[in-house]
Each structure stands twice: as C-alpha cells, then as structure tokens.
C-alpha cells in the first residue's frame, strides 16, 4: 500500500495536469487518448462534451460552442487510495486556497484552479478543473 501511495504521489502532478486539458480540441484530447473509447453528449444549453474512463478516473471535457476549445474539465474519482494521493500530491505542487481549493500558476500566465467536491446522491468525489 506505501508503494502505491508512493507511486500516486510521484506520478498523479504529471498525470492530472496533463488530463485537464483546457484549451485543446477534441481531436487534440483524442489524439493524447488515442487507446482510449469517448463518449459524446451535449449538455441542456447544446453545449458539447467527451468523457472516457482512465486509469484515475473518468474525465469529461466540456467544450465552447464558438472556439470548440476545452474550457472546463471534471474527474470523477471513486478510488479512495488515488483520491488521497491526487489531494496529497496538489498540496505539495500547487497554491492551497482551502482544504478543496487549488490554483496552479502555469507557463504563458494562465491560472489554473482545481476545485473538490462530494457528490452526494452519487457518491463519489469530483475534480473540476477550470482557467
């Protein structure tokens, strides 16, 4: 179990960030994916999203109706070991705004804020990522 939380705590800062990706097309996010199966869907509004199942949990990206660039990402997580790595990993990697909250400063001025939450009629935690 240390080894795997180890693991979590050295891979999971690359990984995360990585899998937000905001500000990439569809093709570029299935394209980084590519051993990966999206499911396509359109939110209420007509706005269109992607989801698939990864190793750290499912992803969906939600995409603008008029740039078709990524602008806000969610990771639903109900593994509780990569939960607990992932939070432990951010708090060393990024600015702790709250026990849930993050910024991460990143190249080019952009600031990504990472938020935690606990969904309770499903059950699980959820990562949303947005700029």
């Not at 199942?53 to 078709?68: A, H, N, P, Q, S």
């Not at 070991?81 to 190249?107: F, H, M, R, T």
């Amino acid at each position: 179990m240390k080894k795997l939380l180890f693991l979590l705590i050295i891979v999971l800062p690359i990984l995360s960030n990585a899998q937000a990706h905001l500000g990439s097309t569809e093709k570029e996010i299935r394209d980084l994916h590519s051993d990966k199966t999206f499911e396509i869907g359109y939110t209420d509004n007509g706005e269109k999203y992607i989801s698939s199942f990864m190793y750290f949990g499912t992803f969906v990206y939600y995409f603008d109706k008029e740039t078709k660039l990524s602008n806000f990402c969610i990771q639903i997580v109900d593994e509780m070991p990569y939960l607990n790595g992932q939070v432990e990993a951010y708090n060393k990697k990024y600015v702790i705004v709250s026990d849930s909250e993050w910024k991460a400063y990143l190249e080019g001025g952009s600031v990504l804020k990472i938020n935690l939450s606990y969904n309770e009629e499903h059950k699980f935690y959820v990562f949303k990522y947005t700029f």
